[in-house]
């Protein structure tokens, strides 16, 4: 069983379109939630989530976490091509913040 | 920021040869070091959890005696694929915390291994 499932796997948009990209997680030992964006080489951290309802924001991205609902939303405003990867949420757990990735969600902006 | 280095960034070796990758932590120091595994299109995999001065903690099905992990320091550890077979061609990154900091982990820029 799966520990963080996202959603979609996949997604394709146009430049300019918004996107919602979702994670849900399992509860035991949870400590904070964190999305990365990764493309060629290692993932590059985008925002660690641990209070329920505190919307983090990044110039065109931002995300919350919903502790009720186990779950993270990503939203990227006015896509561009460069915004064109794959994006992992992970969650972190116990005492040394070892993380359990999900299979991550390939975005790809079209001109 | 925090800045994790991992060297080399490519090798190509042949079967039955071992291959070192390092993995130092440049400015802050790292008591836990964590090693994962990418395969093409898929999310990374933990293979390993090193503390710095003890055994590494593998995780479920990862060969302790194939993969073997040292962290003999606070900046320095190293993941060694011992005898190496073309299923271990793959894109290895590590990544590591410091005690008691609560800020998320960061990435080595990965190691891409290809067994010939």
Known sequence: EDKVVQSPLSLVVHEGDTVTLNCSYEVT????LLWYKQEKKAPTFLFMLTS????K???????????????????????????????LCARSGGSNYKLTFGKGTLLTVNP | GAVVSQHPSRVICKS??????????????ATTMFWYR???KQSL??????NEGSKATYEQGVEKDKFLINHASLTLSTLTVTSAHP???SFYICSASAQGANYPLHFGNG?????T
Do not use: H, W
């Open chain 2, 45 to 50: 995999m933990l293979m390993a959890t090193s």
């Open chain 1, 57 to 87: 924001k990044s110039g065109r991205l931002s995300s919350i976490l919903d502790k009720k609902e186990l779950s993270s939303i990503l939203n990227i405003t006015a896509t561009q091509t460069g915004d064109s990867a794959i994006y």
């Open chain 2, 111 to 115: 190691t891409r291994l290809t067994v």
């Open chain 2, 16 to 29: 039955g040869t071992s291959v070192k990758i390092e993995c130092r932590s440049l400015d802050f120091q």
């Open chain 1, 29 to 32: 030992n949870f400590r904070s």
């Open chain 2, 87 to 89: 299923e271990d061609s």
């Open chain 2, 38 to 40: 990418q395969f093409p």
């Open chain 1, 52 to 55: 329920s309802g505190i919307e």
